[in-house]
């Protein structure tokens, strides 16, 4: 008798530890921590230019947005960052209105090198100001036909390795690169990442030394995905507006890596949802709460917000019953208000809620969460049989509008 079966059933987790591994071979995000930083540093340095625009989509642009967003205001940076990033033309109009385009450097970023957003608000700028190697900066693939143009116009060029997907790149020039002009310490956030590698692959498995980040991960992703029938939809409830690039960054990586059609031709995905405490308190809570129970929640608080503003001691008439404000920082009351949120979701006893604290606002912190959740991504994609790196989905909706752009002309 012979016997050939194509059942798959749940992979251990000593198996995806396994095979994470063996695809840090190939797939280059793994590994960006561990780069030399020294050509970015040195290119920063030469930066004459006063503002950095960013130009590009998705990948190319969140990371970046989610880190800046988060430490601009605790940095004496130098040099102010703009994202251009939405063919939506008042967007384009308002932001370059308060942009002194002749003290600008751009930063061209495109994967493929030929993203239709990216390339045509490259173009209008192109009609505004004269875009040569004393003010525009590419970074793309080096066999892309933009670093063709960029060659062409001796403009400086940067690489994105071929085995680093966009949403998975801020770790690379794409992210490094304008961060470093504009001042930020880069060493620091390859730091914050590569501590949060080292704990993950800090040894082989064995069942004497289990590491926790290693086992926390491993835990959270096969729940994720065994429960993925009743609980389809993950929140994370950030409690700094600081973190509202990250959220947006992780509704990119979470979205375009899992939603995917599995090796048994069935469709998958986990819905990403991204908000902020406390302003969503009065919103989103109530769903959370009283709503469907289809629903994960990642609480992420800021355990130092290196910000001494006070509730002053000021009391108003009619409202004396409120004066145990007064004197209270506004740093913690928001951490009360994160824990507040945080008892009433664990009250109910059936909503499954995980809490992630960060140390402070600094570059290491918000490395290490963002290198931390491209790990998640990766788990999760290896217990639901994904391709996590591809995004077909996304790929035929550019098809269909080069072909339809393509037949107007």
Same mark, same amino acid.
Request: with cysteine; net charge negative.
């Given at each position: 008798?012979?016997?050939?079966?194509?059942?798959?059933?749940?992979?251990?987790?000593?198996?995806?530890?396994?095979?994470?591994?063996?695809?840090?071979?190939?797939?280059?995000?793994?590994?960006?921590?561990?780069?030399?930083?020294?050509?970015?540093?040195?290119?920063?340095?030469?930066?004459?230019?006063?503002?950095?625009?960013?130009?590009?989509?998705?990948?190319?642009?969140? *990371?970046?947005?989610?880190?800046? $967003?988060? /430490?601009?205001?605790?940095?004496? !940076?130098? &040099? +102010?960052?703009? %994202? =251009?990033?939405?063919?939506?033309?008042?967007?384009?109009?308002?932001?370059?209105?308060?942009?002194?385009?002749?003290?600008?450097?751009?930063?061209?970023?495109?994967?493929?090198?030929?993203?239709?957003?990216?390339?045509?608000?490259?173009?209008?700028?192109?009609?505004?100001?004269?875009?040569?190697?004393?003010?525009?900066?590419?970074?793309?693939?080096?066999?892309?036909?933009?670093?063709?143009?960029?060659?062409?116009?001796?403009?400086?060029?940067?690489?994105?390795?071929?085995?680093?997907?966009?949403?998975?790149?801020?770790?690379?020039?794409?992210?490094?690169?304008?961060?470093?002009?504009?001042?930020?310490?880069?060493?620091?956030?390859?730091?914050?990442?590569?501590?949060?590698?080292?704990?993950?692959?800090? *040894?082989?498995?064995?069942?004497? $030394?289990? /590491?926790?980040?290693?086992?926390? !991960?491993? &835990? +959270?992703?096969? %729940? =994720?995905?065994?429960?993925?029938?009743?609980?389809?939809?993950?929140?994370?409830?950030?409690?700094?507006?600081?973190?509202?690039?990250?959220?947006?960054?992780?509704?990119?990586?979470?979205?375009?890596?899992?939603?995917?059609?599995?090796?048994?031709?069935?469709?998958?995905?986990?819905?990403?949802?991204?908000?902020?405490?406390?302003?969503?308190?009065?919103?989103?809570?109530?769903?959370?709460?009283?709503?469907?129970?289809?629903?994960?929640?990642?609480?992420?608080?800021?355990?130092?917000?290196?910000?001494?503003?006070?509730?002053?001691?000021?009391?108003?008439?009619?409202?004396?019953?409120?004066?145990?404000?007064?004197?209270?920082?506004?740093?913690?009351?928001?951490?009360?208000?994160?824990?507040?949120?945080?008892?009433?979701?664990?009250?109910?006893?059936?909503?499954?809620?995980?809490?992630?604290?960060?140390?402070?606002?600094?570059?290491?912190?918000?490395?290490?969460?963002?290198?931390?959740?491209?790990?998640?991504?990766?788990?999760?994609?290896?217990?639901?049989?994904?391709?996590?790196?591809?995004?077909?989905?996304?790929?035929?909706?550019?098809?269909?509008?080069?072909?339809?752009?393509?037949?107007?002309?």
């Amino acid at each position: 008798m012979t016997y050939e079966h194509n059942f798959n059933p749940t992979i251990s987790d000593k198996d995806v530890f396994t095979q994470i591994v063996k695809e840090k071979e190939d797939i280059g995000y793994y590994n960006l921590p561990f780069q030399d930083t020294t050509a970015f540093k040195e290119y920063a340095k030469e930066v004459k230019q006063t503002n950095v625009v960013v130009i590009g989509i998705g990948g190319s642009s969140l *990371g970046t947005y989610a880190i800046y $967003k988060y /430490l601009k205001h605790s940095r004496d !940076l130098h &040099k +102010k960052l703009f %994202f =251009l990033e939405t063919t939506d033309p008042i967007d384009i109009k308002s932001k370059l209105e308060n942009i002194d385009l002749e003290d600008t450097l751009f930063v061209v970023i495109s994967k493929s090198g030929t993203t239709v957003e990216t390339v045509s608000i490259f173009k209008y700028i192109n009609s505004l100001v004269t875009c040569d190697a004393s003010n525009t900066v590419v970074i793309t693939e080096y066999d892309s036909k933009l670093n063709a143009y960029a060659k062409i116009h001796r403009m400086k060029r940067f690489e994105i390795p071929k085995n680093v997907g966009g949403r998975f790149s801020v770790f690379s020039a794409v992210g490094l690169l304008p961060l470093a002009i504009v001042g930020i310490d880069i060493d620091e956030l390859l730091r914050g990442a590569q501590e949060t590698h080292n704990d993950f692959f800090g *040894g082989m498995w064995s069942e004497s $030394k289990k /590491l926790e980040t290693n086992q926390r !991960l491993l &835990k +959270k992703a096969r %729940f =994720l995905v065994e429960y993925k029938n009743s609980f389809n939809i993950n929140v994370v409830f950030s409690y700094s507006s600081r973190l509202e690039g990250f959220n947006k960054w992780y509704i990119q990586l979470w979205g375009e890596s899992l939603g995917k059609i599995d090796i048994n031709n069935t469709h998958q995905g986990l819905t990403p949802v991204g908000i902020i405490g406390p302003i969503d308190q009065h919103s989103f809570l109530q769903l959370i709460i009283q709503g469907r129970r289809d629903k994960t929640v990642t609480v992420i608080k800021v355990e130092n917000f290196d910000n001494d503003l006070k509730i002053p001691a000021v009391t108003l008439d009619g409202l004396e019953e409120l004066d145990y404000l007064n004197n209270l920082e506004f740093s913690s009351l928001i951490k009360s208000q994160a824990d507040a949120t945080i008892e009433s979701i664990n009250a109910v006893g059936d909503i499954p809620c995980d809490v992630i604290s960060i140390d402070g606002v600094c570059e290491s912190s918000i490395a290490s969460l963002m290198y931390e959740y491209e790990l998640l991504t990766s788990l999760v994609g290896k217990f639901m049989y994904i391709n996590t790196y591809d995004q077909p989905g996304v790929e035929s909706g550019k098809i269909i509008l080069k072909k339809n752009l393509g037949n107007k002309i």
